[in-house]
């Protein structure tokens, strides 16, 4: 990707409540999406990755993310959240070398903080 | 399994002082890379490695060096500091290039130039 714009810096919710954390990429090609946690004081984990196929890719701790083409999103979605999930969310995108990309080009967003409120 | 180790965890510069930030992985990944993370900004990439003897610049790799002798080790060091490298520094690495099977991060490095 030659961007990825997350679109909110901080998401409140209350438990239990369901989220969606936006994000958004920029590419003329082909695209892998991921979606990494940070917790606080650590480093980034893993949670899912789109690297082609199915548009809907479920993750680790009950999170899913759809990849919509036409609109350029890969936005990540919980039905229900705990206070455990509250940590720091990164979107990042990469254009497969075989696309012109580089095998360092992976593209992070800035940032979504979740809060989960009891 | 230690994944990725960072040493140290803390550490205060003075201006013009020189230092190494050290990256360990023991999953005998070839895919190595050094990132920086301010505050808001995300995560910006500053070198990377696609095996041992093979380096090359990422987005901000301007005051920094890195070598990779062997799998296993990255270094990154930083020769004259500047208040503008403080910063946490989080080192990677994953099996497949652009972390198609996601990367493994070391817990970083946080670093303040005074």
């Not at chain 2, 990944?29 to 995300?42: E, L």
Request: aromatic share 12%.
């Amino acid at each position: 990707a030659q961007s990825v714009t997350q679109l909110d810096s901080q998401v409140p919710v209350f438990e239990e409540a369901p989220v969606e954390l936006r994000c958004n990429y920029s590419s003329s090609v082909s695209v892998y999406l991921f979606w990494y946690v940070q917790y606080p004081n650590q480093g980034l984990q893993l949670l899912l990755k789109y690297l082609s196929g199915s548009t809907l890719v479920k993750g680790i701790n009950g999170f899913e993310a759809e990849f919509n083409k036409s609109q350029t999103s890969f936005h990540l979605r919980k039905p229900s959240v705990h206070i455990s999930d509250t940590a720091e969310y990164f979107c990042a995108g990469a254009v497969p070398v075989n696309y012109g990309g580089s095998q360092g080009n992976l593209i992070f967003g800035k940032g979504t903080k979740l809060s989960v409120k009891p | 399994n230690a994944g990725v180790t960072q040493t140290p965890k803390f550490r205060i510069l003075k201006i013009g002082q020189s230092m190494t930030l050290q990256c360990a992985q023991d999953m005998n990944h070839n895919y190595m890379y050094w990132y920086r993370q301010d505050p808001g900004m995300g995560l910006k990439l500053i070198y990377y490695s696609v095996g041992a003897g093979i380096t090359d610049k990422g987005e901000v790799p301007n005051g920094y060096n890195v070598s990779r002798s062997t799998t296993e080790d990255f270094p990154l060091r930083l020769e004259l500091a500047a208040p503008s490298q403080t910063s946490v520094y989080f080192c990677a690495s994953s099996p497949l290039g652009q972390g198609r099977d996601g990367y493994t991060f070391g817990s970083g490095t946080r670093l303040t130039v005074v």
